[in-house]
T-cell receptor
Framework: SQQGEEDPQALSIQEGENATMNCSYKTSINNLQWYRQNSGRGLVHLILIRSNEREKHSGRLRVTLDTSKKSSSLLITASRAADTASYFCATQAGTGGSEKLVFGKGTKLTVNP | GAVVSQHPSWVICKSGTSVKIECRSLDFQATTMFWYRQFPKQSLMLMATSNEGSKATYEQGVEKDKFLINHASLTLSTLTVTSAHPEDSSFYIC?????????????FGPGTRLTVT
């Protein structure tokens, strides 16, 4: 069953603006991951944040995690047209290497040039 | 590194036939691979976890006799959609984790679009 719920479902912004996407989940997790998917393609891993972390940065990406609220946010700063894609959060509950990911519904981001 | 490939990238088949999709880890060995399906404009739904040398673990509601999974080697898992019907048309994606890396991230294949006519 799906656990993550992204918000908003769709987001349209102008190039140069920041984009913020939110994700909520229901059960305890070991880590939360964000993935990007270009239309009709596979997923690309963006960033992973562990349950004992509160914030993480990678380039123009900033992820926060609030385990008390069971929520996470992904911020893309200074967006570019090439950032246009769908973004999914995925939670992983266990620590084993074979632990499955549970994906949210995704946010479709459109960055207009 | 950590590249996962899928073959074919798209396939069209007639109702009632079977289709095999391959998922390969190109530069690492994967004891575990995952198979997902994705309907248009929707999220990924995990179908099954493929374990090398043993039976796959299917998610609730996924018919194991219809979606046959074989993980015969550490670099190859196959998904066979048997007696395909139009409702099986979907985007099928596999993923694998590189056990040689500490991170828990998964590497995804490019997906296979199946259309059943």
């Amino acid at each position: 069953s799906q656990q993550g719920e992204e918000d908003p479902q769709a987001l349209s912004i102008q190039e140069g603006e920041n984009a913020t996407m939110n994700c909520s989940y229901k059960t305890s997790i070991n880590n939360l991951q964000w993935y990007r998917q270009n239309s009709g393609r596979g997923l690309v891993h963006l960033i992973l944040i562990r349950s004992n972390e509160r914030e993480k940065h990678s380039g123009r990406l900033r992820v926060t995690l609030d385990t008390s609220k069971k929520s996470s946010s992904l911020l893309i700063t200074a967006s570019r047209a090439a950032d246009t894609a769908s973004y999914f959060c995925a939670t992983q509950a266990g620590t084993g290497g074979s632990e499955k990911l549970v994906f949210g519904k995704g946010t479709k981001l459109t960055v207009n040039p | 590194g950590a590249v996962v490939s899928q073959h074919p990238s798209w396939v069209i088949c007639k109702s009632g036939t079977s289709v095999k999709i391959e998922c390969r880890s190109l530069d690492f060995q994967a004891t575990t691979m995952f198979w997902y399906r994705q309907f248009p404009k929707q999220s990924l739904m995990l179908m099954a976890t493929s374990n090398e040398g043993s039976k796959a673990t299917y998610e609730q509601g996924v018919e194991k006799d219809k979606f046959l999974i074989n993980h015969a080697s550490l670099t190859l898992s196959t998904l066979t959609v048997t007696s395909a019907h139009p409702e099986d048309s979907s985007f099928y994606i596999c993923s694998a984790r590189d056990p040689g890396r500490l991170a828990a991230e998964q590497y995804f294949g490019p997906g296979t679009r199946l259309t059943v006519t």
